[in-house]
């Protein structure tokens, strides 16, 4: 069943792009809550659809209901509360992807608390940063964390280096002293009394920006931020009703919320949970999407790219329909292989942890382009400028900036890309990522798209680096394939190779090999470390 359709001031069908950008509108409700609106409503009217499903390559799987969910959360909430969590309090969840999160997060929601999806791969430094930062604002009341792989040590550590004394929450395991969800879990009560109503605009969600560059600035979103997100699952990943949608991501990032549980369960999906790893199991990954026939996938570039390392007309695909890209651009090589294997093309989406999504390949309204962000969505007025302010014409680089519906601020993105005719955006860099050499402005996607097509190269990442004559010069940070070698014949072969397929001002002068890219906790790249 489907609920967003009464959030929707007109939902279609569409004539085309015009008509849907002219006609879709969200309502805001005074006092929308999630957890009750939607989890809660879905327990009643389809309590024994597909709520959550999961499976892991150690062979763990299972599956949970709506109805299910509902009392899970229930008893999550009652526990919570026991322990002293209340309205507006924070609660940050450094959970992997574990069905546990789900409940719990549920559970801070039906509190009218404040949750913090938080990397459970992050430094004692990095959490005693975000927990300091939210202190000054708010009562940090609880940290609930996976008892393994060192976790709760960098949990303990970051409370002494940050003042804070939020109670710990483990599941998953036991650590003396230590409270265990389990535990608690069996004692709670299970019923639970719905709060006084809370207003839309207090706060939902609290995450961090990657800080790739920089410190980490924090993003507050209030009990409407999910209604963005029917844009994201019926229109831009265009989820199943009934089915399955699998988003690859952890949960303590924002494509969490982009991809496992708001949109998808507005739009009647059920989410499925699959923890890729670190390099991801493909062909793992393709044994479960075939054997629990999930029916939409969104993934970053890096896991398409594993994929097409498997014979993929080995795997019984047929119930996906809809494939999506996350996180990162999609380089064009990677976009038509997979289409020639599958007969499935990438969707593009563009948007960041402050939004929802801003632009989008949106398949109901033309055709897709390959390395296209797409064109803007229409919940937002989003156009590209240049220094003063002003409007791009077509062709010209500029910074995309951003207006939500009736918002006079303008909000600033840091990206740069180019509008073509039609109206799709092109992405450019990060405005500190663009490479100024010789009186060239030299994008850092276009030279990794060309380096990729290159049958050595596995994955790039271009920078600059300083030069005394062009004030930069191109840098391109290379992993190869297994069956190639690094060497001064490769870096000759690679250059040539660029400078067939762009333009040979584009060349990287300057290549190095690596076994892996640097990556931020939410697996974008880390350019400022390659710098």
């Known amino acids: 069943m489907a609920l967003y359709q009464q959030y929707v001031e007109d939902y279609g069908p569409f004539a085309d792009y015009d008509d849907f950008c002219a006609r879709f509108r969200l309502k805001a409700p005074e006092d929308f809550h999630f957890a009750f609106e939607v989890a809660d409503a879905l327990a009643e009217c389809t309590p024994n659809a597909t709520a959550l499903a999961w499976a892991a390559p150690d062979g763990e799987e299972g599956r949970i209901d709506f109805a299910q969910m509902k009392a899970l959360s229930d008893r999550a909430a009652n526990l919570l509360r026991g322990l002293g969590v209340g309205k507006g309090d924070v609660v940050l969840l450094l959970l992997k992807n574990h069905f546990e999160y789900w409940p719990l997060l549920l559970a801070v929601h039906k509190l009218g608390a404040v949750a913090a999806p938080t990397p459970h791969l992050l430094t004692a ?27 709760p040590e960098r949990v303990e550590q970051a409370v002494a280096l940050s003042g804070t004394s939020p109670e710990l929450l483990l599941i998953r395991g036991d650590r003396p002293g230590r409270q265990r969800y389990e535990s608690l879990m069996a004692e709670a009560e299970s019923s639970f009394e719905r709060p006084p109503a809370i207003s839309a605009k207090e706060p939902l969600l609290l995450y961090f920006t990657s800080g790739a560059e920089g410190l980490p600035k924090m993003v507050l979103h209030d009990q409407l931020y999910p209604l963005g997100h029917i844009l994201t699952a019926v229109y ?151 220094g003063e302010g002003a409007s791009c014409p077509a062709g010209v680089s500029g910074e995309i900036v951003a ?129």
């Open 125 to 151: 430094q990095d959490i005693a940063y975000r927990l300091g930062c939210v202190g000054e604002i708010k009562r940090v009341a609880m940290v609930i964390a996976t008892a393994e792989d060192g976790i």
């Open 236 to 386: 831009w990943q265009r989820v199943v009703a009934g089915g399955l949608h699998l988003t690859v991501c952890e949960t303590g990032g924002s494509k969490s919320a982009w991809g496992q549980i708001y949109g998808q369960w507005l739009a009647g999906s059920g989410v499925f949970v699959w923890d890729a790893g670190e390099p991801p199991d493909a062909a793992a990954m393709l044994e479960a999407i075939a054997k629990h026939r999930v029916n939409t996938l969104c993934a970053p570039p890096s896991v398409y790219r594993a994929l097409l390392g498997q014979e993929l007309c080995a795997y019984d695909l047929s119930a996906l329909s809809h494939c999506t890209v996350i996180s990162e651009p999609l380089h064009p090589e990677i976009y038509h292989q997979f289409l020639e294997q599958t007969d499935l093309g990438l969707h593009e989406a563009y948007g960041l942890a402050e939004t929802t999504v801003l632009a989008a390949n949106f398949a109901a309204f033309g055709k897709v382009q390959p390395g296209s962000m797409g064109r803007p969505s229409p919940l937002y007025d989003v156009d590209i400028v240049d």
């Open 403 to 531: 207006r939500g519906a009736g918002d006079e601020q303008v909000f600033r993105t840091g990206d740069v890309a180019w509008r073509d005719e039609w109206g799709y955006y092109w992405y450019v860099g990060r405005a500190d990522d663009v490479v100024r050499s010789s009186g060239y402005r030299i994008g850092p996607f276009e030279v990794e798209s060309a380096l990729l097509t290159h049958p050595a190269v596995l994955e790039a990442a271009v920078t600059g680096a300083p030069d005394p004559l062009r004030y930069q010069i191109v840098k391109a940070t290379v992993v190869l394939r297994p069956s190639h070698e690094p060497g001064e014949a490769m870096v000759r072969g690679l250059q040539e190779h660029v400078k067939r397929v762009t333009a040979p001002y584009k060349c990287p002068r300057v290549i190095h090999f690596v076994d892996a890219l640097p990556r931020t906790a939410d697996g974008k790249v880390k350019r400022s470390a390659l710098r």
